[in-house]
Every structure is written in C-alpha cells, then in structure tokens.
C-alpha cells in the first residue's frame, strides 16, 4: 500500500456550496478528510457527507470502457476511436436528414462537476443542436423568471451578518447551500439580538432553531406568504424612502397586497394569524433581512408565484445593498443563459433561461410530431432516476434513434443508452464549480486531480475534443498559430487569440474546443481541462473590472494564473454593498416590482380552490427529502449510510393510527402514477396528512457477492410529469397525493 501523507486540497462535490476539504491518499482510496481551513469561503467547515467521498471514487459501479449496445439489449466493450467515430457519424446523420435541432442535451455536471460542461457546447454547436435542459430546470427556472423581470439577475443572503434570516421551504442544516451553514445557524439562534424565522410544514432541523416556525400547511406556502406581504403593505411597514428611490411598479403591488384577507389567508395555510403578523412585524424592524427559498416551494404548487412574493418580504422592507440583506452577485460562469421566454417545439413549454422544462421532455419525444426530439447526449446525470414519472422517461429515451451517455457509472439512464462513455472522476481530472453565488466577496476553486483517471476512462474535456475533432470543423491549420502563441505565455496567446478568433468565425464557434487544443498543453501537467478557464477569466474581468482588482487581480490574465496557483481557491470579486445597484440589468438601475400576470395570480388565490388531494389519495407525499444520510445519487454505494439506510416513509402519529401501522412496519405507497413499499418512521416532525420519502435512494449497486441490489424507494417512480408548475415546468415533487396501506409488520 502507497500512502500519500501530505494533505492534498479538493472540495466537497455533494452539495452546491462545495465545501474546500484536504485529503490525504492511500493508493487510489481517499483515507482521511478534513475540512480545509485555507478555503476563502468555507474556512475548514464541512459536514459529515464529505466524510464519505471516497464512497464515489472507488466503487463497483464504476466503468471502465466505452460500452456499445448490441440489438439484443446487452452492451459489448469497444474501443474509444471506434466509440467517438460511430458517434460523431450518429450525429452527423440525424443533424443531416432532421436538423441539428432534433438532437437533445441533457446535463453539463453535477454538483461541482462543471467544467466538462463547459466543452460540450462545442460539439452542440458543430452539429446544431439547440435545445437542452438540466436539473436546475426541476428547481430553479420559475424562481429565475421573476427574477430576470425583478432586477435581471440572482441574488443571494448575506445570512452571516443578517439580524432576520427567513428559510422558506429551505432546511440549511441538512441541505446547507451557503457557507458554514450549521455554523452561522447556531450563531443565529444564540444570539438574542437576531432572529430566525422558517415556514415549512415539517418541523425539521431549522424550525427547531427558529424562533417564528411558520408551519403552513402542505402546499400552501404562497397564502402565508401573501399573507406575510400583505401585513407589511396594510400596517404600513413598508421601507417608502427605499421605494421611492429603487423600485418602480410599487402601487400596483400596494393595491392588489392592500386588498389581502390576512386572517382568511392565515386560516388556509393552516398558521395562526398573530404569529404571520408578528413575523412580519420582526422582518419589518430588523436592520437586515436575508431570505432563501428552495425546493420544498420550487416543487410544489404556486411555486413560481411563492418566488415572487417571498421577494417582496425584504424588497418591501429595503434590504438590499447592505450587510445582512439580499444581493446581487457576481458569476465566473453563467449558470442560466441569457434570453427571455422560448417555447418547446412540440408542446410548446416554456424555456427560461435556455432551459426546457424536464418534465415535458418525454412528450418532446413520444410523439409523431415533425419536430419532435430524435436523439439525446446525457451528460454527468441520470434524468431516468431524477425527472419525473421515470417509467415514461424511460419509454422516452427507448424510443430516441441516438442517445449517448458520458458518466462515471452506469446508471439508470445508461443502461438505456447506445453507447456508453466512462469518464473520469471528478477526483481524476481538473474540475470546478460554477455555483459561485456570494457577496461581496465571491470565491472560485479549480481543483486539481488528486489521481490519474482509472484506466479506459477519459475527462469530459477529451471526450468532447474527440467528437469535434471526428466531424472536422477546424482544421489543424487554423490551431497551429495559437499552439505556437500558447508556448510563448498567456499575454502573446492572448493576442494571438483575439487576431485569430476575429479572422475565422469558424473558431468562434467552437471556442471551448480550441482552448483546450491550443492553451491546453502549455497549462502544468493535468491541468489542460482548465483551459477554458482562461476565457472565463478574461469575461469576468471585463464584467466586474473594480471588483476583480478588488480581490487583488490586476486583468483576467491576472486572475488566471491565481487560479491555476491557489489550489485551495482564490476571491476572484470583492464588491463594495454600492455595487448591487449597478448589477440590477434594468436601464433605470431600479428593481421593477410590478409582474402583472403573478399579482393577479395573488389576487386569485383569495377564491376557494379544491384541495390536490382525493378520498383515493388523501395524502400529500414529498418525494425526496434530504436528510443526514442522503445525498445526490452520485453516491450509489450504500455502505456511506450509518442510519436510515433502507430510506423509511416518514409519517405523523395521527396517520400512522389511521393505517394501522407502527415503527417498522412496511407499506404500499400508491400514487396516480405507480407504488412502492417501504418501512415506516413515525415521527412527530410530520403533520397530519403529511408523508415523506427521502431522496438518494432507488439506485442500484453491485455489493460484496456481485450482484445488484436496490436500497429504497425511487421517488419518481411516484410522481407525474403533468403535475407541473404553469409559469416554468418545474415539477410538484413535494406534492405528490397519495395513499399508504399496510403490507406487513416489522
């Protein structure tokens, strides 16, 4: 055995804050971890996932060899000149005889797996591909619609230095997503002076922290919200001063939140009206207000129109632009692109942000519609597992004419794949992540490979070279100048790459590809995958000039090198609370707070709606709860899990009485779209009428004797693909109705 004793810096790569750790190496096991306490955001924090990660780099699910399906179904080994050929002429046909804009992609990365991503549109490009989709199309579109109508981009809490802190359908101390979460929690509720307040229907980790726990009803979150919103319009708590100098469209919202039944409102999400009131009266008087949204209202009913009003709390209250409150940010790399509202070719869903809707992918498909999808990439995700109603999914993609599949293991989605491209870890190449979301100082790692890629697998960067260089849209001739320059150092490149890029469209199309051929080899060794770093250096100095010399870099060039440098991570902006007013992308530089079409949603919502809910499924099921032993599915290997680790059901006392259960048992749980058995926990965190399935689980992994077992329930084998959000697509997971019926006792 090979021990390495120095502690090598990566990063945690489970969760969107990607936590710096330093590990150290015994062969190719990553044996010890620990919070690494150079990182400049995480400062030597992690949780206790990090603790497993060496649950992904080595297990037996990895693959090996690029994977070709026979026609009976089974997948034979091929060689990789033989995979990237075939593939490229795939392409090239259905490109040929329907248009490149029949070809689908689906992914760029996981969590802190991005950089893979950021070649892929190379190879989109060369082949005309037009339409993709990701996993933020199942959270976050509806959030980012309102805010591209708000002020034009994302904006984040500054919750280290706020006096409120407001966690709507959000528990931080499980799903973290801001730095030294479980630390700045416990700072908050130990300190008098500062409060927090959580509306959710769970009483999870958070709530037991916080002193309003708004618990609403399954579902009913914009009520509350509403309600919240409307206390502060009719007690005349607003910030006017703030208003009257930042925001336009302040009157409508006054009128419609002015016409709010505050105590009806508070009856039907289920809260007592005199905590809303003074939830809102606490929002009202603090100095600093940061709120966070996430999944438990971005999947569930009214999400988009949650977004909103949630936004009026501290847009109302004028916490903006000063410590504590809500900012905008500065980006290294866009997550969303540019644009306004598209529709899908066939059903004619919208696309915000460049993004199609995963839901109604299946329909895009399964259909005699000319224009319907007839080939798909997947790229370091597993849509079969994670887009709703999988059974359909699954039809979906059997019936595409190409699908190919780039991962690490061989998931559910690859095994309906024709061929199958292994790729190598993130812990085997360079790799980044681009949910760099914080104020004023903004941070960045690249993280260098700890290991070499397992033999037969390649980086994203190569695979995606490969490709482009098959379908020969630029020729050896047109990269020779800029080899040449690159040898010279990264100012002579720079000038040679502009003098090329300007001369020959053909290059421009294809930027990432000839970054990694040109500049890539002149980077230290194993590090050409961060090639097309250089490109969003240079952007991001050019978008935020003071802000990057702030940080201490004098030009993108600057920047560069410190990233390649400081394996740890460097701040690449540090912005001053001014700035968030120049980052709003409106001429005006004002927050437009007038969306006529979500105010007259708020103006619906005080008409009696039927519950979701039926005597066939009286239940509100919420599939994919995080908890201490979840995680995304990139952790297959179920031996990580110290608790829970078949993923019980969780449900309240009431309804375990009601159906005959206790702790232990096992249940059906039947949905509109499927069922599944799983056994019970029966918890008082849970209301009545609530259930909870935890995400994770569902996925296969070969154990100890080589064969495939399957811990859990899969959530979307319960789920719908019509039950969707009407603004954005974005799923309902967390309210899916449903039944429970004993199956047997434990």
Same mark, same amino acid.
């Not at 990789?80 to 490109?95: K, L, N, V, Y």
């Not at 005199?274 to 606490?282: M, Q, V």
């Not at 994203?460 to 098959?470: D, F, Q």
């Not at 400081?566 to 001014?578: C, D, L």
């Given at each position: 055995?090979?021990?390495?004793?120095?502690?090598?810096?990566?990063?945690?790569?489970?969760?969107?804050?990607?936590?710096?750790?330093?590990?150290?190496?015994?062969?190719?096991?990553?044996?010890?971890?620990?919070?690494?306490?150079?990182?400049?955001?995480?400062?030597g924090?992690?949780c206790?996932?990090?603790?497993?990660?060496?649950?992904?780099?080595?297990?037996?699910?990895?693959?090996?060899?690029?994977?070709?399906?026979?026609?009976?179904g089974?997948?034979?080994?091929?060689?990789?000149?033989t995979a990237?050929?075939?593939?490229?002429?795939?392409?090239?046909?259905?490109?040929?005889?329907?248009?490149?804009?029949?070809?689908?992609?689906?992914?760029?990365?996981?969590?802190?797996?991005?950089?893979?991503?950021?070649?892929?549109?190379?190879?989109?490009?060369?082949?005309?591909?037009?339409y993709?989709?990701?996993?933020?199309?199942?959270?976050?579109?509806?959030?980012?619609?309102?805010?591209?109508?708000?002020?034009?981009? #994302?904006?984040?809490?500054?919750?280290?230095?706020?006096?409120?802190?407001?966690?709507?359908?959000?528990?931080?101390?499980?799903?973290?997503s801001?730095?030294?979460?479980?630390?700045?929690?416990?700072?908050?509720?130990?300190?008098?002076?500062?409060?927090?307040?959580?509306?959710?229907?769970v009483?999870?980790?958070?709530?037991?922290?916080?002193?309003f726990?708004?618990?609403?009803?399954?579902?009913?979150?914009?009520?509350?919200?509403?309600?919240?919103?409307?206390?502060?319009?009719?007690?005349?708590?607003?910030?006017?001063?703030?208003?009257?100098?930042?925001?336009?469209?302040?009157?409508?919202?006054?009128?419609?939140?002015?016409?709010?039944?505050?105590?009806?409102?508070?009856?039907?999400?289920?809260?007592?009206?005199?905590?809303?009131?003074?939830?809102?009266?606490?929002?009202?008087?603090?100095?600093?207000?940061?709120?966070?949204?996430?999944?438990?209202?971005?999947?569930?009913?009214?999400?988009?129109?949650?977004?909103?009003?949630?936004?009026?709390?501290?847009?109302?209250?004028?916490?903006?632009?000063?410590?504590?409150?809500?900012?905008?940010?500065?980006?290294?790399?866009?997550?969303?692109?540019?644009?306004?509202?598209?529709?899908?070719?066939?059903?004619?869903?919208?696309?915000?942000?460049?993004?199609?809707?995963?839901?109604?992918?299946?329909?895009?498909?399964?259909?005699?519609?000319?224009?319907?999808?007839?080939?798909?990439?997947?790229?370091?995700?597993?849509?079969?597992?994670?887009?709703?109603?999988?059974?359909?999914?699954?039809?979906?993609?059997?019936?595409?004419?190409?699908?190919?599949?780039?991962?690490?293991?061989?998931?559910?989605?690859?095994?309906?794949?024709?061929?199958?491209?292994?790729?190598?870890?993130?812990f085997?190449?360079?790799?980044?992540?681009?949910?760099?979301?914080?104020?004023?100082?903004?941070?960045?790692?690249?993280?260098?490979?700890?290991?070499?890629?397992?033999?037969?697998?390649?980086?994203?960067?190569?695979?995606?070279?490969?490709?482009?260089?098959?379908?020969?849209?630029?020729?050896?001739?047109?990269? #020779?100048?800029?080899?040449?320059?690159?040898?010279?150092?990264?100012?002579?490149?720079?000038?040679?790459?502009?003098?090329?890029?300007?001369?020959?469209?053909?290059?421009?199309r294809?930027?990432?590809?000839?970054?990694?051929?040109?500049?890539?080899?002149?980077?230290?060794?194993?590090?050409?995958?961060?090639?097309?770093?250089?490109?969003?250096?240079q952007?991001?100095?050019?978008?935020?000039?003071?802000?990057?010399?702030?940080?201490?870099?004098?030009?993108?060039?600057?920047?560069?090198?410190?990233?390649?440098?400081?394996?740890?991570?460097?701040?690449?902006?540090?912005?001053?609370?001014?700035?968030?007013?120049?980052?709003?992308?409106?001429?005006?530089?004002?927050?437009?707070?007038?969306?006529?079409?979500?105010?007259?949603?708020?103006?619906?919502?005080?008409?009696?709606?039927?519950?979701?809910?039926?005597?066939?499924?009286?239940?509100?099921?919420?599939?994919?709860?995080?908890?201490?032993?979840?995680?995304?599915?990139?952790?297959?290997?179920?031996?990580?899990?110290?608790?829970?680790?078949?993923?019980?059901?969780?449900?309240?006392?009431?309804?375990?009485?009601?159906?005959?259960?206790?702790?232990?048992d096992?249940v059906?749980?039947?949905?509109?779209?499927?069922?599944?058995?799983?056994?019970?926990?029966?918890?008082?965190?849970?209301?009545s009428?609530?259930?909870?399935?935890?995400?994770?689980?569902?996925?296969?992994?070969?154990?100890?004797?080589?064969?495939?077992?399957?811990?859990?329930?899969?959530?979307?084998?319960?789920?719908?693909?019509?039950?969707?959000?009407?603004?954005?697509?974005t799923?309902?997971?967390?309210?899916?109705?449903?039944?429970?019926?004993?199956?047997?006792?434990?």
């Amino acid at each position: 055995m090979t021990t390495t004793s120095d502690w090598q810096p990566s990063a945690c790569i489970l969760c969107e804050c990607n936590c710096g750790i330093v590990v150290q190496l015994e062969d190719r096991r990553i044996a010890k971890i620990r919070g690494d306490k150079a990182h400049p955001a995480s400062q030597g924090y992690t949780c206790n996932k990090a603790l497993r990660l060496d649950h992904y780099q080595n297990n037996r699910n990895r693959l090996t060899a690029p994977l070709r399906r026979r026609e009976d179904g089974s997948y034979e080994e091929i060689d990789w000149d033989t995979a990237i050929s075939e593939i490229a002429a795939g392409f090239a046909r259905i490109r040929d005889e329907h248009g490149g804009d029949k070809i689908f992609y689906y992914g760029g990365g996981g969590q802190g797996n991005h950089l893979g991503g950021a070649y892929s549109g190379a190879f989109l490009k060369a082949i005309g591909s037009r339409y993709r989709s990701n996993a933020l199309a199942q959270e976050k579109t509806g959030e980012f619609w309102v805010d591209s109508q708000l002020y034009g981009g #994302h904006t984040r809490g500054e919750f280290e230095h706020a006096e409120v802190s407001v966690f709507i359908g959000k528990n931080p101390w499980m799903s973290q997503s801001f730095p030294r979460a479980r630390v700045v929690l416990n700072e908050i509720a130990k300190d008098p002076a500062r409060s927090m307040i959580v509306i959710d229907p769970v009483i999870t980790d958070t709530a037991k922290l916080a002193d309003f726990h708004l618990r609403v009803r399954p579902g009913t979150d914009a009520w509350c919200l509403a309600a919240l919103a409307a206390v502060l319009v009719q007690e005349h708590l607003c910030d006017d001063e703030f208003l009257a100098a930042h925001v336009t469209g302040v009157d409508a919202v006054r009128k419609v939140l002015a016409g709010v039944d505050v105590p009806g409102f508070a009856q039907r999400c289920g809260v007592d009206e005199a905590l809303i009131r003074a939830a809102a009266r606490r929002i009202a008087a603090a100095g600093s207000v940061s709120v966070f949204e996430d999944l438990g209202i971005q999947q569930a009913p009214n999400s988009t129109l949650c977004s909103y009003l949630n936004k009026l709390l501290w847009i109302l209250t004028g916490n903006f632009a000063k410590q504590g409150a809500q900012h905008l940010h500065s980006s290294f790399a866009p997550l969303f692109s540019a644009g306004g509202v598209g529709r899908t070719p066939v059903t004619g869903a919208p696309i915000i942000s460049g993004l199609v809707p995963s839901n109604v992918v299946p329909d895009e498909i399964l259909t005699d519609h000319p224009d319907r999808l007839r080939a798909m990439i997947v790229e370091s995700s597993n849509p079969a597992h994670s887009v709703a109603d999988s059974a359909r999914v699954r039809a979906a993609m059997q019936a595409l004419d190409l699908l190919v599949v780039i991962d690490v293991a061989m998931t559910e989605t690859a095994r309906l794949a024709h061929y199958v491209l292994p790729a190598a870890s993130q812990f085997e190449k360079p790799e980044a992540t681009f949910f760099n979301l914080e104020f004023p100082h903004n941070t960045f790692q690249l993280r260098h490979p700890l290991l070499d890629p397992l033999p037969g697998t390649l980086p994203e960067p190569e695979i995606w070279a490969r490709l482009v260089r098959a379908l020969g849209v630029v020729s050896e001739a047109d990269l #020779h100048p800029l080899r040449v320059a690159a040898r010279d150092g990264l100012e002579a490149y720079a000038v040679a790459f502009l003098t090329a890029v300007s001369g020959n469209p053909a290059l421009g199309r294809v930027l990432p590809f000839v970054l990694y051929e040109t500049l890539g080899p002149a980077l230290p060794e194993g590090l050409a995958g961060a090639a097309a770093l250089w490109g969003l250096a240079q952007k991001t100095a050019m978008a935020y000039p003071d802000a990057v010399r702030r940080a201490g870099h004098a030009d993108g060039t600057a920047l560069f090198r410190a990233i390649l440098q400081n394996r740890s991570g460097v701040t690449f902006t540090e912005h001053e609370y001014a700035d968030d007013f120049a980052l709003i992308t409106h001429a005006d530089k004002k927050i437009a707070l007038e969306i006529p079409e979500l105010l007259a949603e708020t103006e619906v919502l005080a008409q009696a709606r039927p519950t979701l809910t039926t005597p066939d499924f009286p239940l509100v099921l919420s599939a994919g709860e995080r908890r201490a032993y979840t995680a995304n599915d990139i952790l297959r290997d179920p031996s990580w899990r110290k608790r829970d680790v078949d993923g019980a059901l969780r449900m309240s006392v009431q309804d375990a009485a009601t159906a005959g259960v206790v702790a232990g048992d096992r249940v059906r749980i039947t949905t509109a779209t499927g069922s599944a058995e799983a056994c019970v926990e029966v918890s008082d965190v849970m209301q009545s009428g609530h259930i909870a399935l935890p995400n994770g689980f569902g996925v296969d992994y070969i154990d100890d004797t080589g064969q495939a077992v399957t811990p859990g329930v899969a959530p979307n084998e319960l789920t719908a693909s019509h039950w969707r959000d009407a603004y954005a697509g974005t799923p309902w997971h967390k309210h899916v109705p449903a039944r429970v019926e004993r199956v047997a006792a434990r």
